[in-house]
């Protein structure tokens, strides 16, 4: 049997009934296009949170205070002020795979530049702060240690400060009052945006731990620890030492309750594109079932076109068309509804999907995977749909077939 | 010289609900290459049946059919769609072209199912050649809508020709033309024939048969005579006088 022969008989047979054939097709095409679209939109979603989540740091580990029970009740997570600077220099001194520790306090309060002001996150670190959250400086410099040691009077800060604090002039070497303390500006960061909860990243003024701790909110205790591991394969043991070295420091039973929280990026990045898993699972289950339809819609014409064409039919077995013949020749049929109609849906899922992104900025992503799976779907439901249809035609008695009308 | 058909008791048996209909009653039947037969027979006499079973449409409830020397009593439907595409060409009471399908490309059709693969462009040849052997060489592009009755059926003839089969079978191929479009087409016929083409044809118009060589005819399932025509009309000659009567009824009107 000749394929190209076949082929082109398919092709006429399905340009003889134009509207007919595009109506079959608009099943394929609904449905491979809202496969497309949906895998397009989610994967764009789950790349944007990864993205965000790589923004957060390399390697970092975060060390929350813990849950206590006070006489019976039960606080949450972050309540109680338990961890302590100590805790977080003994990580840095006493563990092997740690290569950066910054102990972290944040106040959100007003600051001032002349006669502008500003409400923002004011943040007490560790020099190595920058390293960790892998932040690069637009211009100046970051506080050292020696200016750590001594509680200096400096800030670095974001963007967006040096937007709503100094819109038309350079910060550097300006002086802003945080609280009553009269910091000087010694650098700037560059943007770095949204986090993935959708905070502004970039509104932050960074002060040394020690000048945060003595001179802007007089805390005792530490709100978070930020550590950096010197691997991604060193995180699971670093987070188990860590565990053990607050264990004994806070005077824990091994077995618990504990009074801090270890935290990987990676349990942070499973959290958020978790969601992101959900709402693709959800719109590929509503695709498949348009694809099903799709199916069922070729299935359904295949069947009208072979008793429609059952007088063709009984020619072709007349001239000497094997019952192969015509099964192939209608499977071919309908393997290229299915295909062309695919075809037409991928392009329109992108399309969508773009329309999408430049509609509401959402980042959607097409991956070619995806293309992929739904070409062979396609070709996978045209076959299973056309099959029964081209089977019942090869059976078709050629006595039978020439003398229907 | 062997026959091209050699049907030896050849019985056929419906089995229709209670009653078992026996359409062929034991047909013994030789033609020899380059007969014109025509089968004749009123409805009901089996000749329907007789033509599915030497068209290997059917197969045979008992005895021996020889087509070209092969025995097709045991063939399978796929070794019968094979002889059919290689042995026989088939002509039809309505034509069966296929609809909205250029003539040529009708003619093409039965070189799709050889099993010898059939160049491209040799099937167009072989097409062409087929169309100019019926007349039609000037009307390839044509869709069968765009054709009268009588250029149909001679596409219908190109394409029974086109695999060189070894007999034509014809089921009243006359039967949905006018009396002059008749003529024409057993003018083809006759033309085919005296190039050695062996045609066989059933009909129950009496003076379409007095064209062939030969007059079978059936009567429940049997044969009844089988005899060599007597005053064998000539399609060209019976043309010419049809155009005279009609030029004849011009002029006096």
Known sequence: ?405 | MNPVIKLEDIRKTYHTGEVDVHAVQGISLQILPGEFVAIMGASGSGKSTLMNLIGCLDRPTSGRYGLDDIDTSTLDRDALADIRNRKIGFIFQGFNLLSRTSALENVEMPMLYNHQHIQAQEQRERALHALELVGLSDRADHYPNQLSGGQQQRVAIARALVNQPALLLADEPTGNLDSQTSIEIMGVFQKLNSQGITIIMVTHELDIARYTKRTVVLRDGRVVTDDAVQNRLNAETELRNLREAHQAIKLTA
């Not at chain 1, 002349?114 to 211009?139: D, F, H, K």
Request: one cysteine or more.
């Open chain 1, 1 to 405: 049997m000749r394929i190209f022969a076949t082929l082109r008989t398919a092709l006429r047979a399905l340009r003889r009934n134009k509207m007919r054939t595009i109506l079959t097709m608009l099943g394929m095409i609904i449905g491979v296009g809202a496969v497309i679209a949906s895998v397009s939109i989610t994967s764009g979603a789950k790349q944007q949170v990864e993205e965000q989540i790589a923004s957060l740091g390399e390697n970092m580990l975060l060390i929350f205070p813990g849950s206590f029970s006070s006489s019976g009740a039960r606080l949450g997570w972050g309540n109680w002020h338990s961890l302590q600077l100590e805790d977080a220099l003994a990580i840095q001194t006493q563990l092997q795979g740690v290569t950066a520790v910054s102990p972290e306090n944040r106040t959100r309060t007003q600051i001032i530049a002349g006669n502008q002001n500003w409400n923002t996150s004011v943040q007490g670190e560790s020099p190595e702060y920058l390293q960790i959250r892998q932040w690069p400086l637009a211009e100046g410099e970051m506080f050292d240690n020696q200016q750590v040691r001594t509680a200096a009077k400096v800030c670095v800060i974001g963007q967006t400060d040096v937007k709503e604090l100094f819109p038309n002039e350079d910060p550097l070497g300006k002086m802003i009052r945080v609280r009553d303390v009269p910091c000087q500006i010694i650098g700037v960061l560059q943007s770095k945006g949204l986090s993935p909860m959708g905070q502004d990243q970039d509104d932050i003024v960074l002060v040394p731990y020690t000048t945060e701790l003595k001179r802007i909110n007089r805390e005792d205790w530490v709100d978070t620890i930020l550590v950096q591991a010197v691997s991604q394969a060193a995180m699971p043991i670093v987070q188990q030492e860590i565990t053990d070295l607050l264990v004994q420091r806070h005077h824990l039973k091994p077995e618990g309750p504990r009074d801090f929280l270890v935290r990987s990026q990676e349990d942070i990045a499973q959290a958020a594109s978790a969601t992101a898993t959900v709402m693709g699972g959800l719109l590929a289950g509503i695709a498949a079932v348009s694809l099903l339809v799709g199916g069922i819609g070729i299935m359904n014409i295949m069947l009208v076109s072979v008793t429609e064409r059952t007088r063709e039919i009984g020619i072709r077995m007349a001239v000497g068309a094997r019952g192969g013949d015509i099964l192939v020749q209608f499977l071919i049929e309908a393997v290229t509804l299915s295909i062309i109609g695919g075809g037409i849906g991928i392009a329109s899922g992108m399309g969508i999907s773009h329309l999408i992104a430049s509609l509401t900025h959402w980042p959607t992503l097409t991956p070619i995977v995806w293309i992929g799976i739904a070409s062979f779907s396609s070709a996978v439901i045209g076959v299973i749909s056309g099959f029964y249809p081209a089977w019942k035609a090869s059976k078709l008695d050629p006595i039978d077939a020439l003398r229907y009308e």
